[in-house]
């Protein structure tokens, strides 16, 4: 489980409850050095870019990824740029990135969006001709995203790679994801809203046991 840009006692509170940190890109959001202290990956910023009715934001990711990679951040794999509710263009857009600037990088996550089928992922070859992906990213529109994540988890494990399920603030989509086999997920809600009880009544424990 990834907490979104925690800081401070946020961050002190992932540590807790053994949360790995999600880095966001985004102007606003720098890179703290305290964030090696636990596992990280990084999200491109894609949906955020979404939101806000602009297209994926290269420099923004590129920018991110310097400044995570001079402040000595190892991360565990991070989000291939895609295109949010995109089908076959985000897969195109992301094979493109695969093959060019992300060739040599050791490990990447492939998002899947809205519109793209396991049939698509088969016919491109993503598994033989990219061994760097290691993970499948279930983003996407909510209703989509949990109407396949199942699939997507059920092809990911067959292919021997990981899946992530994005955006799993609730108990509802912690349990959701649980049901369907996610290897992990995010949220930036936990840290933005400090609603840790979610978290925390997931996994079990209780305030006598964290603190």
Same mark, same amino acid.
């Given at each position: 489980?990834?907490?979104?840009?925690?800081?401070?006692?946020?961050?002190?509170?992932?540590?807790?409850?053994?949360?790995?940190?999600?880095?966001?890109?985004?102007?606003?959001?720098?890179?703290?050095?305290?964030?090696?202290?636990?596992?990280?990956?990084?999200?491109?910023?894609?949906?955020?870019?979404?939101?806000?009715?602009?297209?994926?934001?290269?420099?923004?990711?590129?920018?991110?990824?310097?400044?995570?990679?001079?402040?000595?951040?190892?991360?565990?794999?991070? =989000?291939?740029? *895609?295109? /949010?509710?995109?089908?076959?263009?985000?897969?195109?857009? $992301?094979?493109?990135?695969?093959?060019?600037? %992300?060739?040599?990088?050791?490990?990447?996550?492939?998002?899947?969006?809205?519109?793209?089928?396991?049939?698509?992922?088969?016919?491109?070859?993503?598994?033989?001709?990219?061994?760097?992906?290691?993970?499948?990213?279930?983003?996407?529109?909510?209703?989509?995203?949990?109407?396949?994540?199942?699939?997507?988890?059920?092809?990911?494990?067959?292919?021997?790679?990981?899946?992530?399920?994005?955006?799993?603030?609730?108990?509802?989509?912690?349990?959701?994801?649980?049901? =369907?086999?996610? *290897?992990? /997920?995010?949220?930036?809600?936990?840290?933005?809203?400090? $609603?840790?009880?979610?978290?925390?009544?997931? %996994?079990?424990?209780?305030?006598?046991?964290?603190?």
């Amino acid at each position: 489980m990834y907490a979104g840009n925690p800081d401070g006692k946020k961050l002190e509170h992932c540590k807790r409850l053994g949360l790995g940190v999600m880095i966001a890109t985004s102007s606003d959001v720098r890179v703290n050095q305290a964030w090696k202290a636990v596992s990280c990956v990084m999200d491109n910023g894609a949906f955020r870019a979404w939101q806000r009715g602009y297209p994926f934001q290269r420099w923004a990711f590129d920018q991110q990824m310097r400044e995570t990679f001079s402040s000595g951040i190892d991360l565990e794999w991070f =989000v291939c740029p *895609d295109i /949010v509710a995109g089908g076959k263009r985000s897969l195109a857009f $992301s094979i493109e990135w695969l093959r060019c600037e %992300l060739r040599t990088a050791p490990s990447v996550a492939l998002a899947v969006q809205d519109g793209m089928s396991i049939q698509d992922i088969k016919d491109a070859c993503i598994m033989s001709r990219f061994p760097n992906v290691s993970h499948i990213f279930v983003g996407g529109t909510e209703d989509w995203k949990w109407e396949t994540a199942g699939d997507w988890v059920e092809f990911a494990h067959a292919n021997g790679r990981k899946c992530h399920i994005g955006r799993c603030g609730t108990l509802d989509h912690l349990r959701a994801a649980e049901r =369907v086999g996610a *290897d992990s /997920v995010d949220s930036t809600s936990w840290a933005r809203n400090d $609603s840790w009880h979610i978290v925390e009544e997931f %996994l079990g424990k209780t305030q006598t046991e964290l603190f």
